[in-house]
Every structure is written in C-alpha cells, then in structure tokens.
C-alpha cells in the first residue's frame, strides 16, 4: 500500500480530511472526484465486516496478516492458511484502493458460479456502502465506480475458460481459494492477461486459500516451499525451482522478473471468531489432518505422509553462526539425468543435528559437482567427512575412475554411504527418532536452518510406500531425503546411560568408531 493511500486511510478512519491544494480543475470535474472517494471511514487495516454503525466504519481490519497482505508491493501474493483468518473479506477489500482510478481493470475469481455467487453477496454487502455511486450489473458480473473504474467478477472452472479472457487486459487478478484449481496453468494463463497503460496503476496478483484441495501441491512449491513465511522472494519456475529472470542480451539481463510472496492466516488474525470459541471448537473436533490444515494453517500435512512428526515452527530455526569446534560433515545422493542432493550438518555438544547448508541442482557433471562442494565448504572451517552413496564406486566401463574416484581427486573426499540391506528402514526409523523432541534437552534431535526450502519442503510431502509401509515411495521426489538418510546414519550416537567412565563393555553404540574419524 502505497504512502498517499495509507494516508487517506488514516485520514478517514480519524473522520480528518486531506489538506486542500490548490486547483485549476473545473467545479465538475471537483465533483466527480467527491462522487468517487469512499462514502464510509475506513481504517486502515481491511479485514472482516464489522458494522459499526456509531462510527460509521464498514471495514475494520486487524494488525498484522491483513494489514499486510493489502500493503504488498510484490507482484504475486498468497494470503493463506488456517479457515476463519477473514482471508475472503480482505480478497474483497484489495481492489477497492483502485476503484477511483479511470484506467483500473480488476478480475475476481472462484472456481465454480455456486461459489462465486458467494463472494458476489458479500461484496454487495459492502461496496455501495464504500463507494458512493458505485453500481453492480448482473448482466455483465461487474462492478462499475462511478470514475470508470470496472471490477468483474467471474469463475474459472476449467482450463479451456481462460479462452473467455483471451485479449482483455486486467491491472489486477484476484483468485479466491486458489488450491481448487488442480493445476496452475489458469494461474499462469492470466498472468498473460495483466498489464496496465497508467503509469501510476501498479499491476498485482492476488490469492487467498487454505491448505489442502486438489491444488496444494502446486501451490505449495509455487509460494510456500521458496522462502521463509513472510518473506518476499524472487519468483521461482516451480518445476526446475531456479529464480524467473531476464534472458541474456536483455536490458535487464540476470535480474529477477518479479517478487513474490507468501502471508499465513491464523484464526487468531480474526478476534470475531477467535473470541467467540465456537468455530475453534468445532475446527478442533475435526480428524488430525483436517484439522492440522484447516486450524493450524499446516501446509506440510497431507494424507499418507511418511514424517508427521515434522513441524516447521519446532524444526526449522533462523541461521546462526556455527562455533568451529563443532563437528561437521556433508552427505550426497548423486544423480545427473534426475537431480544432485547435498546436505551440510553441524553436530551440537548436545548431539542435536543441524542441517545448515543444502545444494539441489541437476544435470552436473559429478567432477563439476565436487568443484561446487569445495568452493561451497571455503569458510566452513574443515569437513570431517562425507558421505556419498556407494553405487557410485560401480565403475563405468572396463577402464576409468568411478564417479566417487573422479570427486575424490578434485579434493572432494568420501566414504560410501550404508546400502546393506535394511538399511533404508532403519534410516527411515532413524530420522522419525531424530524429529521427535529429546526428553532432557527439550528440543528435537534434528533441525534445519530456514535457508534450506528443498529439503523443508520435500520432507513433510514423502509418502509412505503402500507397499511397504516402513518404507517411503521411492518414486517420489527423495534426492535430499536419501542424502538426509546417509549423513544420519553415518553419525554415531550414544546415550548417557551407556556411558561408564570405568570404561567397561557398553551393550549401547560406541562412544566413537575410528572409522569415521572422529
């Protein structure tokens, strides 16, 4: 939200008017402009209706999470989370900023007519009482400001429907409850249609939705999996996950096209409902991982998750700076034709985990790979060792190094990873020990910094082999989850009740194995 809007805002909500300037516009044209500014105070934080008539305020927003999702600048925003966040009305109050404007063109999605009829009640509802003269056309589902500002509201059910809106130009999109749509094609099709001729007419995409629908998976990689919550982010291709930039031989050659940005919703974000306790409970009563999306905004539960344990507020932590007498050591799942995974630890005194530093990359050579690591590991301090899958000590051909002997000799050393058999089980069972939360020193026995988005977002989404339940479905996306397995399983661990300081025979883990060099 630009400053002069945030101004006015305020400015209404105190019942204050803006100071006067000096004009040589005509009488009707001064007309026009107090036809077009809003009938009704606004505060300034847009969120669920409260009609309090007393004061004359339509919209009263909260702090925090609908504040901000109507004071985004990114290009592409996502407002989502837990049910009841007042998600809807805050959809319904963005495009009213621009609704003075004669050039604005906005779009208004659901993804069936049933549902849009919804949002089109509420909005009637609320816009005459906002905009003195504004006037909905059945006929034609828009909105008309008396200043020629025109907002449509329509619906989006198949993919063949963005066909209806092939040559049209809208400065704004809005999709409501965007996880309905099963893929993102309608997403990336209306992207086309958004362009603005006046300068001073930015061009925005909206969304609001909650976890879960037939769309979460895309969703997810689109605007959750990138970046910590609430953090703006360069917009990322969600299949190869490298930032959208500008071509080579481009003015803009190398930055990045467009931000984007991701804002959770709570049920506590909406005091109406919260304070009530009557939609907690019944949201409380649902089945875990209805419950865990709908109330807790879960974006990493889903049905027949192999790792339910994982929760992003417990596993995954802020940076911060590794003392050098920390043990640490990288391990590495190898592929060229499918993707490279490499995963950085830091073992802490109290024997906790810390995956600090990921590399997800594809088609490299695995010479090229080792280059990457050293270069990657230059203020790391040391590595103790690593840990690379064994098959990758296989020769290829009758003569020639292996891929692990060609990484060996560019300095990238290591030793092969456990591939007996059982082996996936029990690391399977291994990292379920390390994300529980350790008795004694109350946190979990595994974290990861926020800095690591392709491992943080593949984990939670690995499902379990239906065929083998103690195993996940090896033809999910698992390159970091199998590098994750190795370093894990390379670690010795003990117990402090198998520690004897006489030095007897323990029947626990060794303290420490030679072999591993430490």
Same mark, same amino acid.
């Given at each position: 939200?630009?400053?002069?809007?945030?101004?006015?805002?305020?400015?209404?909500?105190? *019942?204050?008017?803006?100071?006067?300037?000096?004009?040589?516009?005509?009488?009707?044209?001064?007309?026009?402009?107090?036809?077009?500014?809003?009938?009704? &105070?606004?505060?300034?934080?847009?969120?669920?209706?409260?009609?309090?008539?007393?004061?004359?305020?339509?919209?009263?927003?909260?702090?925090?999470?609908?504040?901000?999702?109507? /004071? /985004?600048?990114?290009?592409?925003?996502?407002?989502?989370?837990?049910?009841?966040?007042?998600?809807?009305?805050?959809?319904?109050?963005?495009?009213?900023?621009?609704?003075?404007?004669?050039?604005?063109?906005?779009?208004?999605?659901?993804?069936?007519?049933?549902?849009?009829?919804?949002?089109?009640?509420?909005?009637?509802?609320?816009?005459?009482?906002?905009?003195?003269?504004?006037?909905?056309?059945?006929?034609?589902?828009?909105?008309?400001?008396?200043?020629? !500002?025109?907002?449509?509201?329509?619906?989006?059910?198949?993919?063949?429907?963005?066909?209806?809106?092939?040559?049209?130009?809208?400065?704004?999109?809005?999709?409501?409850?965007?996880?309905?749509?099963? %893929?993102?094609?309608?997403?990336?099709?209306?992207?086309?249609?958004?362009?603005?001729?006046?300068?001073?007419?930015?061009?925005?995409?909206?969304?609001?939705?909650?976890? *879960?629908?037939?769309?979460?998976?895309?969703?997810?990689?689109?605007?959750?999996?990138?970046?910590?919550?609430?953090?703006?982010?360069?917009? %990322?291709?969600?299949?190869?996950?490298?930032?959208?930039?500008?071509?080579?031989?481009? !003015?803009?050659?190398?930055?990045?096209?467009?931000?984007?940005?991701?804002?959770?919703?709570? #049920?506590?974000?909406?005091?109406?409902?919260?304070?009530?306790?009557?939609?907690?409970?019944?949201?409380?009563?649902?089945?875990?991982?209805?419950?865990?999306?709908?109330?807790? *905004?879960?974006?990493?539960?889903?049905?027949?998750?192999?790792?339910?344990?994982?929760?992003?507020?417990?596993?995954?932590?802020?940076?911060?700076?590794?003392?050098?007498?920390?043990?640490?050591?990288? /391990?590495?799942?190898?592929?060229?034709?499918?993707?490279?995974?490499?995963?950085?630890?830091?073992?802490?005194?109290?024997?906790?985990?810390?995956?600090?530093?990921?590399?997800?990359?594809?088609?490299?050579?695995?010479?090229?790979?080792?280059?990457?690591?050293?270069?990657?590991?230059?203020?790391?301090?040391?590595?103790?060792?690593?840990?690379?899958?064994?098959?990758?000590?296989?020769?290829?051909?009758?003569?020639?190094?292996?891929? /692990?002997?060609?990484? =060996?000799?560019?300095?990238?050393?290591?030793?092969?990873?456990?591939?007996?058999?059982?082996?996936?089980?029990?690391?399977?069972?291994?990292?379920?020990?390390? #994300?529980?939360?350790?008795?004694?020193?109350?946190?979990?026995?595994?974290?990861?910094?926020?800095?690591? %988005?392709?491992?943080?977002?593949?984990?939670? !989404?690995?499902? =379990?082999? &239906?065929?083998?339940?103690?195993?996940?479905? %090896?033809?999910?996306?698992?390159?970091?989850?199998?590098?994750?397995?190795?370093?894990?399983?390379?670690?010795?661990?003990?117990?402090?009740?198998?520690?004897?300081?006489?030095?007897?025979?323990?029947?626990?883990?060794?303290?420490?194995?030679?072999?591993?060099?430490?």
């Amino acid at each position: 939200m630009s400053n002069i809007v945030r101004t006015k805002l305020e400015a209404y909500a105190s *019942g204050q008017t803006m100071p006067k300037k000096r004009s040589t516009r005509s009488k009707k044209s001064k007309k026009v402009e107090q036809e077009q500014k809003p009938s009704i &105070k606004v505060v300034d934080k847009i969120e669920t209706i409260s009609i309090e008539e007393k004061n004359n305020v339509i919209f009263k927003p909260n702090a925090g999470p609908q504040t901000d999702f109507l /004071a /985004a600048g990114e290009r592409e925003v996502l407002y989502g989370g837990s049910a009841g966040g007042g998600k809807s009305y805050a959809m319904l109050a963005d495009p009213l900023r621009y609704m003075g404007h004669p050039s604005f063109s906005g779009l208004l999605l659901r993804h069936t007519t049933e549902e849009l009829r919804e949002l089109i009640y509420k909005s009637q509802e609320i816009y005459p009482r906002i905009w003195s003269g504004i006037k909905w056309s059945e006929r034609k589902m828009q909105w008309v400001a008396p200043s020629g !500002a025109r907002l449509w509201m329509s619906y989006l059910d198949r993919d063949d429907d963005v066909l209806r809106y092939q040559g049209l130009a809208f400065s704004w999109i809005g999709f409501d409850e965007l996880t309905q749509w099963a %893929t993102p094609f309608a997403w990336n099709y209306m992207r086309s249609r958004l362009r603005s001729t006046a300068h001073d007419l930015p061009i925005f995409m909206r969304a609001t939705t909650n976890p *879960g629908g037939r769309g979460h998976h895309w969703v997810k990689k689109m605007f959750i999996d990138p970046a910590p919550y609430g953090k703006k982010f360069d917009a %990322t291709d969600i299949e190869t996950g490298e930032a959208l930039r500008y071509p080579t031989g481009h !003015a803009k050659a190398g930055t990045a096209l467009f931000k984007r940005r991701f804002i959770p919703a709570r #049920l506590s974000d909406n005091p109406y409902l919260a304070e009530q306790g009557d939609y907690e409970a019944m949201l409380l009563s649902l089945p875990e991982q209805q419950r865990r999306q709908l109330l807790d *905004g879960d974006w990493d539960i889903k049905e027949g998750a192999a790792f339910t344990e994982f929760d992003r507020n417990i596993h995954i932590v802020e940076p911060y700076r590794i003392p050098n007498n920390w043990v640490k050591f990288r /391990a590495c799942d190898y592929g060229y034709g499918s993707k490279s995974g490499v995963l950085w630890f830091a073992v802490s005194p109290s024997e906790q985990l810390i995956v600090y530093r990921e590399l997800y990359v594809g088609k490299v050579l695995a010479a090229d790979l080792a280059d990457r690591i050293i270069e990657l590991e230059a203020e790391d301090g040391g590595m103790r060792y690593g840990v690379l899958d064994s098959s990758l000590w296989h020769k290829r051909g009758d003569t020639g190094p292996s891929l /692990a002997e060609q990484m =060996i000799m560019r300095g990238c050393r290591w030793r092969p990873s456990d591939r007996s058999k059982g082996s996936r089980v029990s690391g399977k069972n291994e990292i379920h020990r390390r #994300l529980q939360v350790d008795e004694f020193t109350e946190e979990p026995r595994l974290v990861f910094f926020n800095n690591c %988005t392709n491992i943080t977002s593949q984990l939670p !989404a690995l499902p =379990i082999d &239906k065929k083998n339940p103690e195993d996940i479905d %090896t033809h999910s996306e698992d390159h970091l989850y199998d590098a994750l397995r190795y370093g894990i399983m390379s670690r010795p661990r003990f117990s402090v009740f198998d520690y004897d300081p006489m030095g007897r025979p323990s029947s626990g883990m060794p303290v420490a194995d030679s072999t591993f060099g430490y």
